[in-house]
């Protein structure tokens, strides 16, 4: 397999084929953000399609960097594929390879409750987990 980062025109020949699966998972989370606005950040620049490949796609994910009032870090924004067991860990290491090629070696990610056993299973330096389980009306 295979891991880049799209530039913007592969961006728009990518994104018809995951767009579906990355708002699933933005519905999933809550809905802090959609397909569409991840899209839109990719083609303008303010953040990264990061691909994994071999004949097919076997993952895509968005990632960017913020400044947060602790310092940089690179923010995983979206992410879409199967078998995560095949691919978490190659992400994770490509992922610390371009952060601290932007002047950061911390990760930031959040995701669904399943996605907690995959962290912890392929990603190792896990230092704070959130939880969000309160639901308000």
């Known amino acids: ?9 592969e961006v728009d020949v990518i994104w ?6 990355m708002q699933i998972g933005c519905d999933k989370t809550g809905g802090g953000t959609s397909s569409a606005e991840m899209w ?20 895509a994910s968005v990632w960017r960097f913020e400044t947060w009032p602790s310092g940089q870090v690179f ?7 199967a078998q995560p067991e095949r691919w978490m860990r190659s992400l994770y290491d490509f992922a610390i390879s371009q952060a601290k090629i932007g002047g950061t070696d911390r990760l930031i990610a959040q995701g669904r409750k399943g996605w907690r056993r ?9 230092v704070r987990a ?3 389980t309160v639901e308000v009306h």
């Open 40 to 59: 839109q950040m990719c083609r303008r620049g303010d953040a990264f399609l990061i691909v994994g490949f071999s004949e097919n796609i076997e993952f």
């Open 16 to 21: 018809p084929s995951i767009s579906e699966k």
């Open 130 to 132: 959130l939880w969000e």
């Open 75 to 81: 923010r995983c924004v979206g992410l879409c594929g």
């Open 118 to 126: 995959l962290i912890e299973r392929y990603v190792t330096g896990r």
């Open 1 to 9: 397999m295979r891991i880049a980062i799209a530039n913007s025109a």
